[in-house]
Each structure stands twice: as C-alpha cells, then as structure tokens.
C-alpha cells in the first residue's frame, strides 16, 4: 500500500506530461491543416481564379487536368506558394533560435540587421559585379549574402559575449547595424544601372513573384540541412533558456552551442534574402506564436515555430493577391504592415515583465 502511495504522484504527473504533449501535439496538427488550405488557396488566387477542387484536382491527378490549368498550377503558382512556405519556415527557425540563444524576445534576422546584411551581400554582386567567395562566380549572389549574414551574426555573437552586455545593448546594436547596411545598400542603388537598379529594388521590397523550382529545392535543401541540426541540439537548447550557467550545469558547452546557431541562423536567413528581397518580421512574429502555443520545450517550439512562419508568409501571399483585384503587392510591405504593431506590443510588454 505503501509503494503505491508513493508512486501516485509519479503517475499522475506522467499522465499530466502525456496530456500536455498530446495537446501540443493536437495543436501542431492543426496549423499543419491550416498550412495546406492556405497552400491551396496561394494557388487557387490570381487573375485567374480557380476553385479549391480544381487546384486539388490538378495537383493530385495533372494528366487529368487541361494543359492551361496544369501550367498555371504546376509551372507558375505552385513554386511561388511553395517559396512562401520554404521561406517563412527558414525567417521563423533563424529567429526562434536567434531569441534562444540571445534570450531576447526582439531577436531577429530582421531586427538584428542579419537580413539587411544579406541583402547589401546580393547588391554587391548585382550592381558591382563584385564576387566575395571568387571560385563560385555563378553563385554570387546567395554566397555573398551567406557571407555577409554570417559576418553580421559573429559580429553580434562576439559583442553579445562581452561582460556588461545587456539584451538592450544587443537591440540597440542590431538596430545600428540595420541602418548601415541599408545606407550602403541606398549607396550602391545610387550607382547603378536601370537594370541593376531594378533587380535592388525587388529585395528592398521582398517578393515571391520570381520563384523558381530552383530557388524552391535550394531552401528547401536549407531546411532539410538546419532543421535535423537542431534537433539534434533540441536539449540544449532548451536548456540554455534556463540560463549559461544552468545549462553549463547539465554539460551544455554554452559557447559552442551559440557560434554552431548563429552559423545555421545566417544559412536560414541569407539564402531566402538571396531570393525573395528582405522580408521583416516573420523571424520575429512566428517564434513568439509558437511560444504562446507549445511552449519553450524545443521537440515542439523548434517544428511550432517552422509551421508558424511558413503559415503566416503564405497568409499573407494569398492577401497580397486580395487587396488590390489584378494586382500582387510586394510581401515584405504587408509582412511590415502586420509586423510593427506586434513589435510594438512585445516592446510595451517587456517594460512591464522580464521575458
């Protein structure tokens, strides 16, 4: 009688535990369905309009659907509304991970500068021709941005390591740093050429209209690499949220864990810069959706917060298409537009709580 007294509490918080995971589980479930049907309705929406069953139709059975209808589909709708998807993911992975290890709740590639680094390393190679990385010239562009995001993150990785450095401190820094990327980015725009002044002002801007099967499997591949990485870390990481040095307590090399994200971050965040143009706020609104949902335990934020931005950014693909009848509008406009009101109710709720 004795020992099952004593395993009561034992039981009744596995079951707890069981209920909690199938919740988040549910949940996950259920943005995942969200995801599709938005998926569905990016491709059902242009100026041709089709029907949800028609979009369906057509992806599942091609041959029986009639040549106009498949190469809308399949050549022109479908890379777009899959672009949406891949890159959200990869903005909302870099940022939950980049507030992971900062512990800053405004952390973001976005907010921290990392995507205007990228995106000042793209116009370097569209307007001046100039190659960061000389032996792969015909992959300028993303290589530059890679490089340049990947400077940005040590930069702000190796300040954030300084005794004294506060989270204010490391906001204050990404801010400084999004005003010098975009004054060099201003810089080469005024130099260019109408055809290279162009091509700047689509990243300036953030949009899916080019994308490209390519461009799909190349952040995809992206994803495919980063994701399993932090999986791997899903421990870790967790619980470096508990502090350095609780985490250094469980055998956590605190240093190592930090400079092996920031590498992966700059990775998620410089090759869709590379693609789309800059596209805000994603990084910073999906991971703390995700954290409102299932919570800091990494097996459930890390995939919350993927499906979190790739929903979000293909939301806002399909109102793109909405507002104006016949027109697209540029996604990162809209992402903006949605973004600086939550950013500013994250900034009102920090002064009133830690986070």
Same mark, same amino acid.
């Given at each position: 009688? $004795?020992?099952?007294?004593?395993?009561m509490?034992a039981?009744?918080?596995?079951?707890?535990y069981?209920?909690?995971?199938a919740r988040?589980?549910?949940?996950?479930?259920?943005?995942?369905?969200?995801?599709?049907?938005?998926v569905? $309705?990016?491709?059902?929406?242009?100026?041709?309009?089709?029907?949800?069953?028609?979009?369906?139709?057509t992806?599942?059975w091609?041959?029986?659907?009639?040549?106009q209808?498949?190469?809308?589909?399949?050549?022109i709708?479908?890379?777009?509304?899959?672009?949406?998807?891949?890159?959200?993911?990869?903005?909302?992975l870099a940022?939950?991970?980049?507030?992971?290890?900062?512990?800053?709740?405004?952390?973001s590639?976005?907010?921290?500068?990392?995507?205007?680094?990228?995106?000042?390393?793209?116009a370097?190679?569209?307007?001046?021709?100039?190659?960061?990385?000389?032996?792969?010239?015909? /992959?300028?562009?993303?290589?530059? $941005?890679?490089?340049m995001?990947?400077?940005?993150?040590?930069f702000?990785?190796?300040?954030?390591?300084?005794?004294?450095?506060?989270v204010e401190t490391?906001?204050?820094?990404?801010i400084?740093?999004?005003?010098?990327?975009?004054?060099?980015?201003s810089?080469?725009?005024?130099?260019?050429?109408?055809?290279?002044?162009?091509?700047?002002?689509?990243?300036?801007?953030?949009?899916?209209?080019k994308?490209?099967?390519?461009?799909?499997?190349?952040?995809?591949?992206?994803?495919?690499?980063?994701?399993?990485l932090?999986?791997?870390?899903?421990?870790?990481?967790?619980?470096l949220?508990?502090?350095?040095?609780?985490?250094?307590? /469980?055998g956590?090399?605190?240093?190592?864990?930090r400079?092996?994200?920031?590498?992966l971050v700059?990775?998620?965040?410089?090759?869709p810069?590379? /693609?789309?143009g800059?596209?805000?706020?994603i990084?910073?609104?999906?991971?703390?959706?995700?954290?409102m949902?299932?919570?800091?335990?990494?097996?459930?934020?890390?995939?919350?917060s993927l499906?979190?931005?790739?929903?979000l950014?293909?939301?806002?693909?399909?109102?793109?298409?909405m507002?104006?009848?016949?027109?697209i509008?540029?996604?990162?406009?809209?992402?903006?537009?949605?973004?600086?009101?939550?950013?500013?109710?994250?900034?009102?709720?920090?002064?009133?709580?830690?986070?």
């Amino acid at each position: 009688m $004795a020992v099952a007294t004593e395993t009561m509490p034992a039981i009744e918080g596995r079951n707890q535990y069981r209920a909690i995971s199938a919740r988040r589980l549910t949940i996950l479930g259920l943005m995942l369905a969200a995801l599709l049907v938005s998926v569905a $309705a990016d491709m059902a929406l242009g100026p041709a309009r089709y029907t949800l069953n028609e979009v369906v139709s057509t992806i599942l059975w091609p041959s029986s659907a009639g040549d106009q209808l498949r190469v809308v589909i399949w050549d022109i709708r479908m890379p777009v509304a899959l672009m949406a998807v891949t890159v959200g993911a990869c903005l909302s992975l870099a940022g939950a991970q980049m507030q992971t290890i900062l512990a800053n709740p405004l952390a973001s590639p976005f907010t921290l500068g990392i995507s205007a680094a990228a995106g000042f390393g793209a116009a370097l190679g569209l307007v001046a021709g100039v190659a960061i990385f000389p032996t792969a010239v015909q /992959f300028m562009i993303p290589i530059n $941005a890679f490089l340049m995001a990947m400077a940005a993150s040590l930069f702000i990785y190796g300040v954030s390591t300084l005794r004294g450095v506060t989270v204010e401190t490391i906001v204050l820094l990404g801010i400084a740093l999004v005003f010098t990327f975009n004054a060099l980015l201003s810089l080469l725009e005024y130099l260019a050429s109408e055809q290279a002044l162009a091509a700047v002002v689509f990243w300036t801007m953030g949009s899916l209209t080019k994308a490209t099967w390519t461009k799909v499997a190349v952040t995809g591949v992206v994803l495919v690499v980063c994701v399993p990485l932090f999986a791997r870390n899903a421990w870790a990481l967790t619980a470096l949220r508990l502090g350095d040095d609780k985490a250094a307590s /469980f055998g956590v090399n605190v240093k190592r864990l930090r400079l092996e994200t920031m590498m992966l971050v700059s990775l998620l965040a410089a090759i869709p810069v590379s /693609f789309v143009g800059t596209i805000g706020f994603i990084g910073l609104v999906g991971p703390h959706i995700a954290r409102m949902v299932v919570g800091e335990d990494q097996r459930f934020f890390l995939p919350g917060s993927l499906i979190c931005g790739a929903l979000l950014l293909s939301v806002t693909s399909v109102v793109s298409k909405m507002l104006i009848p016949g027109a697209i509008l540029p996604i990162g406009v809209i992402t903006a537009l949605v973004g600086v009101p939550f950013f500013f109710s994250l900034i009102f709720t920090n002064r009133r709580r830690a986070w």
